[in-house]
């Protein structure tokens, strides 16, 4: 099945440690999103990618960067993570800025930051 | 600033219960309004309203939009224990396809 799948889904890592977390779709969409969710919050966009193109959410703090080597693949890198970046991490995709579809998420990694 | 707004926060009721979810946005260049189940991992999509006054339905769950008092409502009846999720409500903008979300609705069916 085609689908969007994110590794790894638990991810521990320790203050200051740069960790990367990734994405793979089958789906062939244009544009792959990644979306940060905190404990009884609402997901909060960081950034998008449409196709090459790398749009930043303006509040996304420079400690947040994104890579997207193909249309298959999207990291997101924490460079120094702190405590406050403890969350669920969300990838999805969609197939086009204009195409009027729900976004396809992954799984989620949740974020552990010791 | 774009603002979506959900009513209640928590919601605990019995099995078999009807239960209504709230959704209120003020947002630029509104233009679709999505809800989504999520249980411990990604959410998942139940709807897509656009258009005002059009009720979508599925299964025990339907859903209505109005886009003159800017507001959604997610209904869902005969409650199940396996209903038992964060509901989330969205909202997507023309041109972007980004979602703003709502803080969420915890709801907790009860045997």
């Known amino acids: 099945d085609a689908m969007v799948i994110q590794n790894p889904r638990y991810q521990v890592t320790q203050f200051g440690k740069p960790v990367t977390l990734s994405c793979s779709q089958t789906?062939?969409?244009?544009?792959m999103y990644w979306y940060q969710q905190k404990s009884s919050q609402a997901p909060k966009l960081l950034f998008h990618?449409?196709?090459?193109?790398?749009?930043n959410e303006a509040d996304t703090p420079d400690n947040f960067q994104s890579r997207r080597p193909n249309t298959s693949f999207c990291f997101l890198d924490i460079r120094s993570p702190g405590l406050g970046d403890a969350a669920m991490y969300l990838c999805?995709?969609?197939?086009?800025?204009?195409?009027?579809?729900?976004?396809?998420f992954g799984n989620g990694t949740r974020l552990t930051v010791t | 600033e774009d603002k979506v707004v959900q009513s209640p926060l928590s919601l605990v009721v019995h099995e078999g219960d009807t239960v209504t979810l709230n959704c209120s946005y003020e947002v630029t260049n509104f233009r679709s309004l999505l809800w989504y189940k999520q249980e411990k991992k990604a959410p998942t999509f139940l709807f897509m309203l656009?258009?005002?006054?059009i009720e979508k339905k599925s299964g025990r769950l339907s859903s209505i939009l109005d886009k003159k008092e800017l507001f959604s409502i997610l209904n869902i009846t005969a409650t199940q224990t396996g209903d038992s999720a964060v509901y989330l409500c969205?909202?997507?903008?023309?041109?972007?396809?980004?979602?703003?979300f709502g803080q969420g609705t915890r709801l907790t069916i009860n045997p």
């Open positions: 656009t258009s005002s006054g």
């Open positions: 990618y449409y196709d090459k193109d790398f749009n």
């Open positions: 789906l062939n969409h244009n544009v």
């Open positions: 999805a995709t969609s197939r086009s800025r204009t195409d009027n579809s729900p976004l396809h």
């Open positions: 969205a909202v997507s903008f023309q041109g972007a396809q980004k979602l703003v």
